[in-house]
Nanobody, 129 residues
Framework: QVQLVESGGGLVQAGGSLRLSCAASGRTFSRYLMGWFRQAPGKEREFIAG????????YYADSVKGRFAISRDNAKNTVYLQMNSLKPEDTAVYYC??????????????????????WGQGTQVTVSS
């Protein structure tokens, strides 16, 4: 049973930073693709970033390139999302997701929520102006 538990959300002023964590358990994740998504009220779930557990290849949405960074700690089975220069439009619930298939299929695959089999419960990020 795969479990993903996000933490690190909160309230921050515009221009500030937060680091989200996703603790993964229940399987060996070495072949997985891990993703971060977000969902604001009334909007669809949006891909933010992805990382391959083995090799560490990363993928980003254009909206966060240069501001957000995804990383992983293999020893801790944890994936991180470092968010800098936060804007009010970054306000959303942020979700961690895991894809055990992890094909090299390009961004059209990585950014689809239904490419991922497992999801965390989400953590709220609120950026005030």
């Amino acid at each position: 049973q795969v479990q993903l538990v996000e933490s690190g959300g909160g309230l921050v002023q515009a221009g500030g930073s937060l680091r989200l964590s996703c603790a993964a358990s229940g399987r060996t994740f070495s072949r997985y693709l891990m993703g971060w998504f977000r969902q604001a009220p009334g909007k669809e779930r949006e891909f933010i970033a992805g990382i391959r557990w083995t090799g560490g290849s990363t993928y980003y949405a254009d909206s966060v390139k240069g501001r957000f960074a995804i990383s992983r700690d293999n020893a801790k089975n944890t994936v991180y999302l470092q968010m800098n220069s936060l804007k009010p439009e970054d306000t959303a619930v942020y979700y961690c997701a895991a894809d055990p298939q992890a094909p090299y299929s390009g961004m059209s695959y990585y950014r689809r929520p239904n490419s991922y089999d497992y999801w965390g419960q989400g953590t709220q990020v609120t950026v005030s102006s």
